[in-house]
């Protein structure tokens, strides 16, 4: 069975890329962590994979091999119920970090994205087709993120 190729963002040290592999259908090819500590421990975890350990911000999406599954642990401090909950409002700019992710959806197009977070308001895992956020624009990202988060169940089949 040819396996999906997987890219990892916010990968922190490829505990999602692990669990997946261990499925025996995922393949995970691209890791991008900005801190270098978990990046090392990815690498251990990953010997295969060389870590971009860039700014996802400077990241451009042709740089980036192509995948069928996304995945991304996006940071929890702006949403967690654990933190200010300040969302897409949060001064060190972490909410935004989101819309990075939507970037590179538009741009690779992915089959499936995953996305993981802390408890975040009785949502913590997003699972769906790429098309259903490749279709967000710019002047509707807050708007259509809360929907999305409000409206999709704990966990979504594919």
Known sequence: MKKLKC????AGVGGIDLGFEQ??????IYAN???KYPSRTFELNFPDIKVDIRDIQEVKSEEIPEFDVMFAGFPCQAFSIAGYRKGFDDEKGRGELFFEL???IEDKYPRICFFENVKLNNYMIIILPANHLASIR???RKTAITKIVKILPFYCSL
């Open 102 to 104: 939507t970037r590179i």
């Open 7 to 10: 890219a990892s963002f916010f």
């Open 138 to 140: 710019f002047s509707y």
């Open 33 to 35: 962590e900005f801190d």
């Open 23 to 28: 499925a025996g259908v995922f393949e995970t």
